[in-house]
């Protein structure tokens, strides 16, 4: 058995900060990440033979993603770098991962889970139908393969992911239907004061939806997706949406990018026996993290997206922090001046966050309103109506027990797309707050493994 090392779980930019502050303090961490290469979803490298350069693939955060991956580099050869891994649980000390279908029992004396976030989203009537992904899907089309999710696309949800994947598709000169927003001009304007803590990121985002206008992309706030249309034969046809006045219309496309904002990939915390609490503004469930990196477990430190939302710079601050903070707690001295600085530009992070769940609101009041016929959880085919029944029938007012009756959230995703949104139906369903709802357990393998898969021997 080899002596536990310390661990980091993710290769973006969270992964990618506190291996170099581990390597620093003269330790080679392991290094696990799922991706062929490193710089996480949203510096994600393309393939070794494109050679699309830094300001077409990554726009105004070229310069960043450039020192992300210039950092890895450098790391190549003082860390012992295990890519296209999958960490498939941690227990008793140890991350159990997979590659190549080879299991392999990894023991720790610290571990730093950086495992980025995913699309949150909101059923749509024929969100099932092929031609429909999600926003941090049709960016892996476009980065990974060069290439469009269609010929003519729609860009449906809200947050800042919304305008900067239109932005780039806009770039790579793909044909845009129109971006459809669900949040309101007027949320943007309360939450001002908080988006003003970064404004250097407000102005950007003010250039994305700037020069989508200036292309003549069309751009509509304060909308209501109504149903997208199209056939199991040949996909998406068209969407259909209200306006910010309650008229009705639809747009012919064959492809929907959907999402609404981020949701931490937060398994890999649950099954290491972190706490979670509640945010009733975003309406989500939270690993318990300080803004230092240190989770509710000894030795279990938390950092990026997979934690708080906090951005690609947020995240790179995040690793540093969490780093520093199992350095200090194995003994090693640490610079307690630039923690704190750290942590005063995360203070700021967190406030932009804020602002931006503010702008960008889940649109709760989607779920209460999906008819019987949709479908919630795409993996088991569960409808909006079954998941109703379950509650005024069969009295599963709490999301695990919906799970055991239902079998939402049970499929190949394990929640991902479904678990946030089923949340919201089964408490309008039954009346309830939605913290009472409570969250989907995690459960291991956090991913799908193959048969073949057989264990390492020790």
């Given at each position: 058995m080899a002596e536990p090392g310390v661990i980091v779980i993710g290769a973006g930019p969270a992964g990618v900060r506190a291996a170099e502050e581990l390597v620093a303090a003269g330790l080679r961490p392991i290094v696990i990440d799922e991706g062929r290469r490193d710089g996480g979803q949203i510096y994600r490298r393309?393939?070794?033979?494109?050679?699309?350069?830094?300001?077409?693939?990554?726009?105004?955060?070229?310069?960043?993603?450039?020192?992300?991956?210039?950092?890895?580099?450098?790391?190549?050869?003082?860390?012992?770098?295990?890519?296209?891994?999958?960490?498939?649980?941690?227990?008793?000390?140890?991350?159990?991962?997979?590659?190549?279908?080879?299991?392999?029992?990894?023991?720790?004396?610290?571990?730093?889970?950086?495992?980025?976030?995913?699309?949150?989203?909101?059923?749509?009537?024929?969100?099932?139908?092929?031609?429909?992904?999600?926003?941090?899907?049709?960016?892996?089309?476009?980065?990974?393969?060069?290439?469009?999710?269609?010929?003519?696309?729609?860009?449906?949800?809200?947050?800042?992911?919304?305008?900067?994947?239109?932005?780039?598709?806009?770039?790579?000169g793909a044909s845009i239907a129109a971006v459809l927003d669900t949040s309101r001009l007027r949320d943007r304007v309360a939450a001002l004061p908080k988006l003003l803590a970064r404004p250097g990121l407000l102005k950007q985002g003010v250039a994305?939806?700037?020069?989508?206008?200036?292309?003549?992309?069309?751009?509509?706030?304060?909308?209501?997706?109504?149903?997208?249309?199209?056939?199991?034969?040949?996909?998406?046809?068209?969407?259909?949406?209200?306006?910010?006045?309650?008229?009705?219309h639809q747009i012919d496309c064959d492809a929907v990018a959907l999402g609404y904002h981020l949701r931490p990939e937060s398994q890999l915390a649950d099954l290491a026996g972190c706490k979670f609490v509640y945010d009733d503004t975003a309406r989500q469930w939270f690993p318990q993290v300080t803004m230092e990196g240190r989770s509710s477990v000894r030795n279990v430190y938390l950092a990026g997206d997979g934690a708080r939302i906090l951005g690609a710079e947020g995240a790179e601050n995040a690793g540093r922090l969490a780093a520093l903070s199992a350095l200090a707690d194995l003994g090693k001295t640490v610079d307690a001046t630039r923690v704190a600085t750290l942590r005063q530009a995360q203070d700021k992070m967190e406030r932009f966050r804020q602002g931006l769940v503010q702008a960008f609101p889940w649109p709760q009041e989607q779920a209460a309103r999906l008819p019987d016929s949709a479908i919630v959880c795409r993996c088991e085919c569960i409808t909006a109506g079954e998941l109703r029944r379950v509650v005024t029938d069969m009295g599963a007012q709490e999301a695990n027990r919906a799970k055991a009756f239902s079998r939402v959230g049970m499929g190949r995703c394990q929640g991902r797309y479904c678990a946030d949104a089923g949340a919201e139906v089964i408490a309008h369903a039954a009346g309830v707050p939605l913290e009472q709802v409570g969250r989907l357990r995690g459960q291991a393998p956090v991913k799908p493994l193959s048969f073949q898969t057989m264990e390492e021997p020790q």
């Open positions: 393309q393939p070794e033979h494109f050679t699309r350069d830094y300001a077409a693939l990554y726009g105004s955060e070229a310069q960043r993603a450039a020192s992300v991956h210039r950092g890895f580099d450098a790391l190549r050869g003082k860390i012992d770098y295990r890519p296209e891994t999958l960490a498939w649980n941690i227990f008793d000390g140890h991350v159990h991962a997979v590659r190549e279908h080879r299991t392999e029992k990894l023991p720790y004396s610290a571990l730093v889970i950086c495992s980025g976030a995913t699309d949150r989203l909101m059923p749509v009537p024929g969100w099932e139908l092929s031609g429909v992904y999600s926003l941090g899907a049709s960016q892996i089309a476009l980065k990974s393969q060069a290439c469009s999710i269609g010929s003519r696309v729609v860009f449906l949800g809200s947050g800042p992911l919304l305008y900067l994947v239109a932005y780039q598709y806009m770039k790579a994305y939806l700037a020069a989508l206008r200036r292309a003549g992309v069309p751009v509509h706030t304060g909308v209501e997706p109504v149903a997208i249309g199209g056939d199991p034969a040949d996909g998406v046809r068209n969407l259909t949406y209200r306006d910010s006045k309650g008229q009705q």
